[in-house]
C-alpha cells in the first residue's frame, strides 16, 4: 500500500503494511510472547478478575493484599528491581504473579513464568543425552529472562545439588539487577541463608506478606472474623434482645457488669441464656475491648478449638498438638464461646476438663458463654464454672441456668468474695 502524498515528500513512493497486515503481526508477537511465557492456563490470570482485597476474612491481610496489588500494577507497567509476595497457600501469589507477566505481555514486554520444582526438574531433564534443549542453553535462557517470575520459591525438593543451582540463577540476576518475581509460602527465615539476604536486600526487593500464616491458635481466633469484629460495647443494644421489662433489666445488667469484667479482666465471667440473647455479642465486645490495648486475647468457638486440637494431634509427632494446647491454655485473655455446642465424647469432655482446670488452678481470666444448665454440664466443669470464688454468673434474660423448676431470680448470693451473679 502506498499513501497519497503530494511529488517530494518522504514517503512519496515508499509500500507501508496496510492496517490488517499490522493487526496480524500484531496477534503474531502476541501468541510469541504467550508462548514464550510459559503461562499455560495461567494467561486467563488478569488484574482485571483479581480480588483485590484477597480472600483473607482479616481487614489487616485485606489491607496487605492491597498494597500488594497496587504495588503489583506499578511494577507490571515498568519492571524494575525484585517484587517478592510471600503468604500461605490459597492467598492469591500465583495469581498476582501471573497478572503482573499477563499485564507485560499485553504491554508487548516478555516475562518468563516459571514454578520452582518444575524448573529444577527441567534442568535435571536437560542432562539427557536425547533431551530437545541442553542444560546450559536452558539455565541462559532463564537466568537471562528479561523478566523472570519464580513461583512456589522454597517448595522444591532441597537437595545440594538443587539449592545450588537456584541459588545460581538468583545470584546472577541479584548481581544483574534484573527484574524478577518471586511467590513463596515459606517464611524468608526458612530459606537457605544465601537465598535470605539477597530477597532481604531492601535496595532491590519489595516484599509484600499477603497474609500472615494462620498457624496455631491464630488459626482459630474468630475474633478476626469481620462480623465479631463489629460486636462492640457500643453497638451492643439491649432492647433488641429482650422479649420484655424484666429480660431487658437482666440483659443490661449483664451488659454493664461485662463491661466492668473488660476495663479489668479478673478470675471467669460466666455468661449464660437461651439462643439468641446476646451471648455471643457481650463476649465479643469484651475480645475486641481488651485487644485494642493488649493483643493477647483469643476468642475460640468450643467445637472450632477441638477439632483444630484434633486435627493438630499425631502420636508420631506430639509437637503440633502441644503447642496449640499450650497457647491456649496460657493466652492472657481466653474467651470460649458456645461451650455445650461440642460433640460430647469423652476425649473432647478430658480435653476441656484440662483446658479449664488448668486455667483454673492458675487464676486466669476467663470468659465462657453457654447455653447449657449446670445440670447438663460435665460436674467437674460445673463445679469449677459455679465456683463462687472464681466465677461471676451473667444471666441474659430469664434462663434456668441452675436447673431448678423456677429460674433463679436475680441476684443470687455468692460466698467466698461475695461474687453476685447477675
Known sequence: MRRAVRLGHPDFGKAFPCRCTEDEREDERLARLQRYSNLGSLLRLTFDDLMTRG????????????????????????PSGWLVLCGPSGCGKTHLAAAVANRCIEGGRPALFMVVPDLLDHLRAAYRPDSEMGYDELFELVRSAPLLILDDLGLHSSTPWADEKLYQLINYRYQARTPTVFTTSRDISELDARLQTRLGDA???????????RSGTAAIDALELPLLRRMTFKEFDPQHLATDPEELKLIRAAHRQALKFAEEPKDWLI????????????????????????????????????????????????????????????????????????????????????????????????????????????????????????????????????????????????????????
Request: glycine share 8%.
Open 203 to 213: 535496595s532491590l526487593a519489595r516484599m509484600h506478606r499477603l497474609e500472615l500464616a
Open 271 to 422: 455468661i449464660a441464656g437461651g439462643s439468641g440473647r446476646g451471648k455471643t455479642r457481650l463476649a465479643a465486645s469484651i475480645g475486641n475491648y481488651r485487644r485494642e490495648a493488649d493483643p493477647g486475647v483469643l476468642f475460640v468457638i468450643v467445637p472450632d478449638l477441638l477439632d483444630r486440637l484434633r486435627s493438630s494431634f499425631n502420636p508420631q509427632d506430639p509437637k503440633a498438638y502441644d503447642e496449640v494446647f499450650e497457647q491456649v491454655r496460657n493466652v492472657p485473655l481466653l474467651i470460649l464461646d458456645d461451650l455445650g455446642a461440642q460433640s460430647g465424647t469423652p476425649w473432647a469432655d478430658e480435653k476441656l476438663f484440662q483446658l479449664l482446670n488448668y486455667r483454673y488452678n492458675a487464676c486466669l481470666p476467663t470468659v465462657i458463654t453457654t447455653s447449657l444448665t449446670v445440670k447438663d454440664m460435665d460436674a467437674r466443669l460445673a463445679s469449677r464454672l459455679t465456683d463462687p470464688q472464681v466465677s461471676s454468673i451473667l444471666l441474659m434474660g430469664r434462663f434456668d441456668f441452675w436447673g431448678r423448676e423456677k429460674a433463679t431470680p436475680p441476684g443470687r448470693p455468692g460466698r467466698g468474695r461475695g461474687r453476685r451473679s447477675v
Open 55 to 78: 480472600r483473607s476474612p482479616s481487614p489487616q491481610d485485606q489491607e496487605r493484599f492491597a498494597r500488594a496489588v497496587a504495588d503489583a500494577r506499578e511494577f507490571a507497567e515498568e
